[in-house]
């Protein structure tokens, strides 16, 4: 039911900065937490940041301290401000979206991080 649009991947250097964002229409209710997690090729998804309707926010520890997780709630919208970034933060990266009612993907965004 929940339409996730991604973007903002892309080819960096290391110690370079991205910004992700997720915009998000056709939900019925509220969402409750927008997140991103990652996956690299022969990896497991993992969980990258999330960030809960009361403004919560948790944080993988290979991420914390240069990647900054923020929403516009009126525009449905997640953002990853990306800093600092790592070889190792190379990945493809989705937006996770969840209400009462659904629990839903984007489509993965490729963010790859040279040197």
């Known amino acids: 039911q929940v339409q996730l649009v991604e973007s903002g991947g892309g080819l960096v250097q290391a110690g370079g900065s991205l910004t992700l964002s997720c915009a998000a229409s056709?939900?019925?209710?509220?969402?409750?937490?927008m997140g991103w997690y990652r996956q690299a090729p022969g990896k497991q998804r993992e969980l990258v940041a999330y960030?809960?309707?009361?403004?919560?926010?948790n944080y993988a520890d290979s991420v914390k301290g240069r990647f900054t997780i923020s929403r516009d709630n009126a525009k449905n919208t997640v953002y990853l401000q990306m800093n600092s970034l790592k070889p190792e933060d190379t990945a493809v990266y989705y937006c996770?979206?969840?209400?009462?009612?659904?629990?839903?993907w984007g489509q993965g965004t490729q963010v790859t991080v040279s040197s």
């Open positions: 996770n979206v969840r209400t009462i009612g659904n629990n839903d």
């Open positions: 056709g939900n019925r209710f509220s969402i409750n937490v």
């Open positions: 960030v809960a309707s009361g403004g919560v926010t």
